[in-house]
Nanobody, 126 residues
């Protein structure tokens, strides 16, 4: 299984970015997907998840600003980020697991998602 995240960059406060994650080596439609982020000196946190059935959930800090979506035909998951703030600055990772519980486990350990992308840097300048 491979997850390839892309789309990060430098943006001003209030700007937008769209992250993409290309998945291969798995039956994508069966997998639950998540976007995590990790800021310097902080733990990795779940930003948004989308189930294999298309249901979504978001961290309170991004509700109303971020939208997660998936395209099963293309094996892709996206994170549209609007109204970006300096506190959104982090490395963003996509994650995948057949178990929703593992996608939402808020851990990179053995109870967390089995598959991770390599991360893409998002920097929001004030």
């Amino acid at each position: 299984v491979q997850l390839q995240a892309s789309g990060g960059g430098l943006v001003q406060t209030g700007g937008s970015l769209r992250l993409s994650c290309a998945a291969s080596g798995l039956i994508f439609s069966s997998y639950n997907m998540g976007w995590y982020r990790q800021a310097p000196g902080k733990q990795r946190e779940l930003v948004a998840e989308i189930t294999n059935g298309g249901s979504t959930n978001y961290a309170d800090s991004v509700k109303g600003r971020f939208t997660i979506s998936r395209d099963n035909a293309k094996n892709m998951v996206y994170l549209q980020m609007n109204s970006l703030k300096p506190e959104d600055t982090a490395v963003y990772y996509c994650a995948a697991d057949p178990s929703l519980g593992r996608v939402t486990a808020q851990t990179t350990g053995v109870m967390g998602p089995r598959y991770w992308g390599q991360g893409t840097q998002v920097t929001v300048s004030s």
